[in-house]
């Protein structure tokens, strides 16, 4: 009997553990909709302030270095989640430097004065916002694909 008592309260222990364990990992999906989540925020702002003034764009540059961050700081555990986390973390660093880039371009045209040296500084700021323009446009044909891929990837079953 007192075998009998002892399995009584193990099983039920060991199978409490075990779902414990079970439940702290994250599966595929939950991890998906992670990483989704975060880019899509880093998305939306990009969009909200598209074509915006200098302040506004050195604003959106900081804020996608949060986003950057938090992304980085997902602790995602699946392999092919973490190249996609990877590669999100590499576009939204270099949008985020292209904005601050072309940000900076735009402060520099409104400074400039009325003179040789200012039509320089002003054709300087004209060709830092057209490489930024390319670069931020490059950008965001990558990021397309990937969000195409990462969504492919996230809608297979496990």
């Known amino acids: 009997m007192s075998v009998l008592h002892k399995y009584t309260v193990i099983l039920p222990v060991s199978l409490s553990i075990a779902l414990f364990v079970s439940s ?31 302040i506004t764009s050195i604003q959106l540059s900081k804020d996608l270095e949060f986003v950057t961050k938090s992304i980085k700081e997902l602790n995602l555990t699946d392999p092919k989640l973490k190249e996609f986390q990877s590669s999100f973390v590499n576009i939204f660093q270099n949008l985020s430097q292209a904005i601050a880039k072309a940000g900076k371009a735009l402060g520099t045209t409104k400074t400039a004065e009325a003179s040789a040296s200012g039509r320089e500084k002003i054709q300087k700021a004209r060709t830092d916002i057209d490489s930024a323009l390319t670069t931020a446009t490059t950008l965001g044909k990558q990021s397309d694909t990937l969000v195409n891929q990462t969504n492919k990837y996230c809608s297979q079953p496990e």
Request: aromatic residues 0%.
């Open 24 to 54: 702290c990992t994250e599966n595929k999906v939950s991890q998906c909709q992670r990483l989704i989540k975060v880019v899509n925020a880093g998305t939306s702002l990009i969009d909200k302030n598209k074509g915006t003034q200098v």
